[in-house]
């Protein structure tokens, strides 16, 4: 069982940049793919961005693709995204998600575990 909880979310200026975080319960953090998905109002849930374990290798949206980079702290249990140059679409609810094992996946089914979410307005 994983407990997850995001933190950073804010409003900010189109143009800006902001780092928000994810802190995970759990001695085994290190076993479990983390990634992050976005939720804007009246649309569906999408991948942002996602880290493998031991190989760090990352995945990215094209929409986000060399503004975000999402990295992972295993000794603080904790991922982050971090997100340059927003844009006023870029604003929704971010979830971080967690699922065991090694690879990472853009899909929501194959995450077992999700935060609560944190707002991340980008006004124009």
């Known amino acids: 069982q994983v407990q997850l909880a995001e933190s950073g979310g804010g409003l900010v200026q189109a143009g800006d940049a902001l780092r928000v975080s994810c802190a995970a319960s759990?001695?085994?953090?290190?076993?479990?793919?983390m990634a992050w998905f976005r939720q804007a109002p009246g649309k569906e849930r999408e991948f942002v961005a996602a880290?493998?374990?031991?190989?760090?290798?990352?995945d990215y949206a094209d929409s986000v693709k060399g503004r975000f980079t999402i990295s992972r702290d295993n000794a603080k249990s904790t991922v982050y995204l971090q997100m340059a140059n927003l844009k006023p679409e870029d604003t929704a609810v971010y979830y971080c998600?967690?699922?065991?094992?090694?690879?990472?996946?853009?899909?929501?089914?194959?995450?077992?575990?999700w935060g609560q979410g944190t707002q991340v307005t980008v006004s124009s």
């Open positions: 880290i493998a374990t031991s190989t760090r290798q990352t």
């Open positions: 759990g001695r085994t953090f290190g076993s479990y793919v």
């Open positions: 998600a967690a699922r065991y094992g090694s690879l990472t996946y853009t899909s929501r089914s194959n995450y077992d575990y």
